[in-house]
């Protein structure tokens, strides 16, 4: 059992807002959170692909009345989005009776139909978090390079060796591909998203073009659009999006593309143990996502995540903008003596961050320059967590 770094949000949301949504991926934990908040709030909870707890929600006001006392917790809840105007009046009754906080809990693997959903019945009754893989600063017993090998989930992260670990998460991508994708949208064929999804690991890192991609995979560019914004949504796939503040200067302005999690990069590249992963082309790049998806993880609901560059050289791995309007650079090197380059600099000349930070893997932190700091991801990861 590992210690979540969501659950103070997760309980301090639910006492501050009639329903809560908890969205992530199958299989990153939602189902075991939901129930350490709920065994403390004496929940009722409901996994909607029982049959049995189904037909309890056959006429759901009916039920769902004989329960507005206590915390109802709805798994899988993307099953029926019927339920959403039913949960919204019940909502006002209770609210009109004084009971305003703590009284749904909707956990679903976020479908676009869920957000839409949820959005338009909901809006002003809801808050969304998100759960996703582990993160260093919830595996301390864990080092830290078997958690990039593995990834987060906690099935493969717990395996009893690699070959099990691999195992499950060739599993989990076949089941999304076969099982889980054809809920959330138009009937897509496993094999052709199997391709597709395979591409963007080979890009890690790499700025988005979908035009290629639609090329390479046979289909047209809306299709390939379609395709990327569904692993999007589903959160198996992240958009970094470029800085746009107006400089005066020539931004790239395509997002950079990502697996999210490191272990089902590895999964799609059939790379097993850390040696392969070390030869591997794909190693920097599958570092550099590992630290950005740690690091915004810890810092969501605080800063926003962009990266930086120009057509002229200059570059920033990670951009964190705050509300204040201050940012905070990252250079991400995997090296245990890492090295600035030029376009670093020049970025930071652009940009003026308040702070500067050269990730790596190494153990010690030290300083580089008077205001440029070399540190540990899971330093960085608990700096990042005190921030305010």
Same mark, same amino acid.
């Given at each position: 059992?590992?210690?979540?770094? @969501?659950?103070? %949000?997760?309980?301090?949301?639910? &006492?501050?807002?009639?329903?809560?949504?908890? *969205?992530? =991926?199958? $299989? /990153?934990?939602?189902?075991?959170?939901?129930?350490?908040?709920?065994?403390?709030?004496?929940?009722?909870?409901?996994?909607?692909?029982?049959?049995?707890?189904?037909?309890?929600?056959?006429?759901?006001?009916?039920?769902?009345?004989?329960?507005?006392?206590?915390?109802?917790?709805?798994?899988?809840?993307?099953?029926?989005?019927?339920?959403?105007?039913?949960?919204?009046?019940?909502?006002?009754?209770?609210?009109?009776?004084?009971?305003?906080?703590?009284?749904?809990?909707?956990?679903?693997?976020?479908?676009?139909? @869920?957000?839409? %959903?949820?959005?338009?019945?909901? &809006?002003?009754?809801?808050?969304?978090?998100? *759960?996703? =893989?582990? $993160? /260093?600063?919830?595996?301390?017993?864990?080092?830290?390079?078997?958690?990039?090998?593995?990834?987060?989930?906690?099935?493969?992260?717990?395996?009893?060796?690699?070959?099990?670990?691999?195992?499950?998460?060739?599993?989990?991508?076949?089941?999304?591909?076969?099982?889980?994708?054809?809920?959330?949208?138009?009937?897509?064929?496993?094999?052709?998203?199997?391709?597709?999804?395979?591409?963007?690991?080979?890009?890690?890192?790499?700025?988005?073009?979908?035009?290629?991609?639609?090329?390479?995979?046979?289909?047209?560019?809306?299709?390939?659009?379609?395709?990327?914004?569904?692993?999007?949504?589903?959160?198996?796939?992240?958009?970094? =999006?470029?800085?746009?503040?107006?400089?005066?200067?020539?931004?790239?302005?395509?997002?950079?593309?990502?697996?999210?999690?490191?272990?089902?990069?590895?999964?799609?590249?059939?790379?097993?143990?850390?040696?392969?992963?070390?030869?591997?082309?794909?190693?920097?790049?599958?570092?550099?996502?590992?630290?950005?998806?740690?690091?915004?993880?810890?810092?969501?609901?605080?800063?926003?995540?962009?990266?930086?560059?120009?057509?002229?050289?200059?570059?920033?791995?990670?951009?964190?903008?705050?509300?204040?309007?201050?940012?905070?650079?990252?250079?991400?090197?995997?090296?245990?003596?890492?090295?600035?380059?030029?376009?670093?600099?020049?970025?930071?000349?652009?940009?003026?961050?308040?702070?500067?930070?050269?990730?790596?893997?190494?153990?010690?932190?030290?300083?580089?320059?008077?205001?440029?700091?070399?540190?540990?991801?899971?330093?960085?990861?608990?700096?990042?967590?005190?921030?305010?």
């Amino acid at each position: 059992m590992f210690d979540r770094f @969501l659950y103070t %949000q997760l309980s301090d949301a639910i &006492a501050h807002s009639p329903a809560v949504a908890l *969205l992530g =991926p199958r $299989q /990153v934990g939602k189902t075991t959170l939901a129930m350490q908040v709920g065994e403390r709030d004496h929940a009722l909870y409901l996994d909607l692909e029982s049959e049995q707890d189904r037909a309890k929600l056959s006429q759901p006001e009916l039920y769902l009345t004989d329960h507005l006392d206590k915390l109802v917790i709805l798994d899988e809840v993307h099953r029926a989005p019927g339920l959403f105007p039913v949960l919204r009046g019940l909502i006002d009754r209770n609210r009109r009776e004084g009971r305003r906080f703590g009284q749904y809990l909707l956990l679903g693997s976020a479908s676009p139909d @869920l957000l839409k %959903q949820s959005g338009e019945t909901l &809006a002003g009754r809801i808050t969304y978090l998100e *759960l996703t =893989p582990l $993160q /260093v600063l919830e595996t301390p017993s864990v080092a830290a390079d078997e958690l990039w090998v593995r990834g987060g989930f906690p099935e493969s992260l717990l395996a009893a060796d690699a070959t099990h670990s691999l195992r499950w998460r060739q599993n989990f991508i076949r089941t999304y591909l076969e099982r889980d994708i054809p809920q959330f949208g138009p009937r897509l064929a496993a094999e052709t998203l199997r391709r597709f999804w395979g591409m963007l690991a080979h890009l890690q890192g790499g700025l988005l073009n979908v035009a290629q991609l639609a090329r390479n995979l046979g289909v047209d560019a809306k299709t390939a659009a379609n395709y990327l914004d569904l692993l999007v949504d589903l959160m198996l796939v992240r958009r970094l =999006p470029p800085w746009h503040a107006n400089l005066g200067k020539r931004l790239v302005k395509s997002p950079k593309v990502y697996v999210r999690d490191s272990g089902v990069l590895h999964a799609l590249l059939n790379i097993q143990h850390k040696e392969n992963l070390l030869e591997h082309p794909v190693v920097g790049r599958s570092w550099e996502g590992f630290v950005i998806e740690n690091l915004l993880a810890v810092a969501a609901n605080k800063a926003q995540g962009y990266f930086y560059q120009t057509s002229g050289g200059a570059e920033i791995d990670l951009l964190l903008a705050w509300p204040d309007g201050s940012v905070w650079a990252i250079e991400i090197k995997r090296s245990l003596a890492p090295k600035i380059e030029r376009g670093f600099y020049a970025a930071c000349a652009d940009l003026m961050p308040t702070k500067k930070f050269v990730v790596y893997p190494g153990a010690e932190r030290y300083r580089l320059a008077n205001d440029i700091e070399v540190i540990p991801l899971e330093g960085l990861a608990q700096e990042l967590a005190g921030a305010a």
